[in-house]
């Protein structure tokens, strides 16, 4: 009946050829290239140099834990170790060893996932206690055919505590014929009892470098071609991971088809939605040079074609990194295209720190908008015109030098401004030259008799009388100055102590004996109101200033926070 029902069906199609049992199934490069050596174990060298030296002279723990990020390489590297433990080489008296066979009956078994002394299990499906407790209980028993029975536990942070509290006391004194494996990605997961008990390896990220080089080989015994730039924009992609990094190779090769062209990075661009970098130095350009017509235009072009707007705003940020890279001095990647770097040295050229930073921060700003927006593409856009605008203002720092020389913005300095000269040899340096000046050193053995109150308190304070300098500079109000003598006001009452404390200090100080005196009478504003006086005075002339009213007119929300010149409060 079914025959029948068939042949009546019939439209024709050609026949399909027969799929023979033998015909092996097709494995995807992730599992074909598995490391199968340490020696094919890629950015790892650290851990294979300590186990190497830990097998050759016995110092093996009981205990191994590898954690890392996905794909880096931590189930590989168990079963690495559990065939370099369990290898008996191709003559059946071998010993554990660094580099396995991978011919005799333990490695194949172990490759093969076949193994009844390598036993495998998944922390995520295995949680509970019971599930320990059967790996307890058949720890007690010698392995059978190998020489170690090993337990590789993978996603061992998903082991519930009561698991975790059951292993604890075989995991610290397991019998010598029983090692123990384990492998995390979330390492803060494990409790500290555990970690105590095992040798931890941190197995590192593969650096783009590397895993470029390894798709470049894997590709070559896949007879495939591929472009260098297309390679480094799938091992960029990958994020250290080696699985991740094939994976998308392995979609890539699918993805040129059968036409022979190979893998190219346009292609590579476009699967995974990357925005093509000329376009991203063409906006770029249009966004330096304030056309923010011609930047819209640029970026919706590149929606069109299907490209992520966040994937743009990530490229920016990817170029203006470059960007500052390249004028801190930073060696050009030798995977990088000409132009590009080209490209990235004449911006780095014609661009200054505070501009590069201020791209940085719009365009981070950007980025952190569209991830989150319900309309990207509108986000973005808006996020181009705040950086085009942006771009316009002057530099903060460089505002503020041409309020303090009254210049316009077209003649404002580019230089930071000369320091003061020297002065003549044979001179000590102006009482007030300030708290980088030195304290003067006597050239004579006289008297130093400083000619200004305000001298003599620096002098003070620069000789370490700090506090006497302090009360002086706040609280003291000078009726009269005639070195060596000088008259505060009673209106600030001066204590005892303070009167002799500063009298020894002056004597100390000055090589000679001072008269200090205190009279009923009003005495001049004290230094810090007389400064703070000043600053007011700079102050308010800042504020008439056209340039600064200007300012204020453009954003009403501004203040005037400090300006160069002004003293400090302290």
Not at 124 to 129: D, E, K, P, R
Not at 453 to 458: C, H, M
């Amino acid at each position: 009946m079914t025959t029948t029902m068939s042949d009546s069906f019939d439209l024709g199609e050609p026949p399909q050829p027969a799929k023979t049992p033998d015909a092996p199934a097709y494995r995807v490069l992730a599992r074909k290239y598995r490391p199968q050596t340490f020696s094919e174990l890629i950015g790892q060298d650290a851990m294979v140099q300590t186990l190497g030296n830990a097998i050759k002279r016995d110092r093996l723990a009981h205990a191994f834990l590898m954690t890392g990020v996905r794909g880096v390489g931590k189930t590989s590297t168990a079963r690495l170790i559990a065939k370099a433990l369990n290898c008996i080489g191709p003559d059946g008296d071998g010993g554990p060893t660094i580099d396995p066979c991978g011919v005799c009956e333990p490695c194949r078994a172990i490759a093969e996932g076949r193994h009844i002394d390598v036993i495998e299990m998944d922390a995520a499906s295995h949680t509970g206690v019971d599930d320990v407790r059967e790996i307890i209980d058949a720890s007690r028993y010698s392995a059978v055919t190998a020489r170690f029975k090993i337990y590789i536990i993978d996603e061992v942070h998903m082991l519930s505590k009561n698991a975790f509290n059951a292993l604890l006391k075989t995991l610290e004194e397991p019998p010598p014929h029983v090692k123990f494996l384990f492998a995390t990605t979330e390492v803060n997961k494990v409790p500290v009892t555990v970690l105590s008990r095992c040798q931890r390896f941190d197995l590192r990220r593969i650096s783009a470098e590397q895993l470029s080089r390894h798709f470049a080989w894997v590709s070559a015994e896949e007879g495939v071609v591929a472009d260098p730039e297309a390679l480094m924009l799938i091992a960029r992609a990958a994020e250290g991971s080696a699985r991740d990094g094939l994976s998308i190779l392995d979609q890539a090769i699918a993805h040129a088809g059968l036409e022979g062209g190979g893998v190219t990075a346009d292609a590579v661009r476009q699967m995974l939605g990357l925005s093509d970098r000329g376009a991203v130095r063409d906006l770029l350009t249009l966004i330096l040079a304030g056309d923010g017509a011609g930047a819209l235009a640029s970026m919706r072009r590149q929606y069109d074609y299907g490209v992520d707007p966040l994937s743009v705003l990530l490229s920016l940020l990817e170029t203006v990194h470059g960007i500052t890279l390249t004028k801190v001095g930073t060696p050009a990647d030798a995977a990088q295209p000409m132009e590009e770097r080209a490209a990235r040295e004449e911006w780095a050229a014609s661009l200054g720190y505070p501009a590069l930073h201020r791209l940085w921060q719009l365009f981070l700003k950007g980025h952190d908008e569209v991830a989150k927006a319900a309309l990207p593409i509108e986000a973005a856009e808006m996020a181009l015109l705040r950086a085009i605008y942006a771009s316009t203002l002057p530099d903060p720092g460089e505002l503020a030098r041409q309020i303090a020389s009254g210049a316009t913005p077209a003649a404002a300095p580019s230089s930071p401004p000369l320091p003061s000269p020297a002065p003549p040899s044979g001179e000590a340096p102006p009482w007030n030259a300030g708290s980088a000046a030195k304290a003067p050193e006597p050239v004579a053995t006289g008297p130093i008799l400083p000619p200004t109150f305000e001298a003599l308190v620096d002098l003070l304070d620069e000789s370490g009388g700090l506090a006497i300098a302090a009360r002086l500079r706040h609280g003291a109000r000078v009726v009269s100055y005639t070195p060596p003598e000088f008259v505060l006001s009673g209106s600030r009452p001066v204590s005892a102590d303070t009167l002799a404390e500063l009298n020894t200090l002056l004597k100390s100080v000055t090589r000679t004996t001072w008269k200090v005196s205190i009279v009923d009478a009003p005495g001049e504003p004290t230094l810090r109101e007389a400064q703070d006086a000043a600053d007011a005075a700079v102050r308010q002339a800042i504020l008439e200033s056209p340039i600064m009213k200007a300012a204020v007119a453009a954003f009403p929300d501004a203040q005037l926070e400090s300006w160069p010149g002004q003293r400090s409060n302290a």
